[in-house]
């Protein structure tokens, strides 16, 4: 239901994009609080076919179906702490690189909130494709009471979807501050921008 009401208030509203993705597989990266706006407009302009993380647990099967009503595909994470994280990093490596987008927010799933973790950039490290950070927006919209704040747009809002300009990490590019901090600045730039683009 969650899925069905994203992807109605996509087709119910007035969407503005601005950019364009890059040709063959890439990384998509958001932050979290965006998601349901991302995955809404993404299913309906279908754009590139997609597949996105899922957790374990009850907010993982709550994602899993969410997946399934935006046509996207999952790739299983264990839990934090347990299991390897690394079978799941390669199946979606190697769907990056067979042309797939990969969907990723990176302060998710657990935040905190707008604090970038490293995921997607060791993925777009790994595969040589590009990172391409996404801002989203939807006016009128309210913010849900959760970790993430997240935005719910509500019926008939004019969206936006802001694409930036492909960011490519080097095979020997360190994984540092100064390079999370660069892609952060993209993220919050393009989510400015496209909040400006509903005012």
């Known amino acids: 239901m969650?899925?069905?009401?994203?992807r109605w208030a996509a087709r119910s509203g007035n969407l503005?994009?601005?950019g364009e993705f890059p040709p063959g597989g890439f990384i998509a990266a958001t932050w979290h609080c965006s998601n349901l706006l991302v995955m809404g407009m993404h299913a309906e302009l279908r754009p590139h076919p997609y597949r996105a993380f899922?957790?374990?647990?009850?907010?993982?099967?709550?994602?899993?179906?969410?997946?399934?009503?935006?046509?996207?595909?999952?790739v299983a994470l264990p839990q934090d702490g347990v299991g390897n994280p690394v079978a799941g990093l390669k199946e979606m490596a190697q769907a990056v690189r067979d042309g797939w987008a990969a969907g990723i927010a990176v302060d998710g799933p657990h935040g905190p909130a707008r604090v970038l973790r490293p995921g997607a950039?060791?993925?777009a490290r790994l595969t040589g494709r590009p990172l391409v950070v996404v801002g989203a927006?939807?006016?009128?919209?309210?913010r849900a009471p959760w970790w993430d704040h997240h935005v719910i747009p509500l019926p008939h809002s004019k969206l936006a979807l802001v694409y930036g300009d492909p960011i490519i990490i080097e095979r020997g590019t360190e994984i540092?501050?100064?390079?999370?901090?660069?892609?952060?600045?993209?993220?919050?730039?393009?989510?400015r921008r496209a909040w400006s683009l509903v005012a």
């Open 2 to 6: 969650i899925a069905r009401y994203g």
């Open 16 to 18: 503005t994009t601005e």
């Open 54 to 74: 899922v957790p374990p647990g009850l907010r993982g099967k709550i994602m899993l179906g969410c997946l399934h009503e935006y046509g996207m595909e999952p």
């Open 121 to 123: 950039l060791w993925l």
């Open 137 to 142: 927006a939807a006016k009128p919209s309210i």
């Open 176 to 191: 540092d501050e100064e390079l999370c901090r660069r892609v952060t600045a993209a993220l919050d730039a393009a989510e």
